[in-house]
Nanobody, 115 residues
């Protein structure tokens, strides 16, 4: 059994910051990649950022330069520092862990950016 539990979402004003955390527990100790996706109402789930076990990261175009992903492999935890938030960043943010091509998902945490 694998669990990914997100925390850190909430309401913030435009230009503010939030830090999301995702802690993984269960039978998988080292995901090959961990990351964040988001889904706004009526839209598809999109990539925000991912980071591999080796530390390589990829960002979605809309968050480059504003968001930073990091990972603590010893704690099996991934973080997302979100700065200069915009109303269009409002969405449910989902934690993802990938292991041998299989995706595992958290239940999501809501981020709301007010204008």
């Amino acid at each position: 059994q694998v669990q990914l539990v997100e925390s850190g979402g909430g309401l913030v004003q435009t230009g503010g910051s939030l830090r999301l955390s995702c802690a993984a527990s269960g039978s998988i100790v080292g995901f090959h990649a961990m990351g964040w996706y988001r889904q706004a109402p009526g839209k598809q789930r999109d990539l925000v950022a991912t980071i591999t076990s080796g530390g390589s990261s990829i960002y979605g175009d809309s968050v480059k330069g504003r968001f930073t992903i990091s990972r603590d492999s010893a704690k099996n935890t991934v973080y997302l520092q979100m700065d200069s938030l915009k109303p269009e960043d409002t969405a449910v943010y989902y934690c993802n862990g990938r292991f041998y091509g299989l995706d595992y998902w958290g239940k999501g945490t809501l981020v709301t950016v007010s204008s």
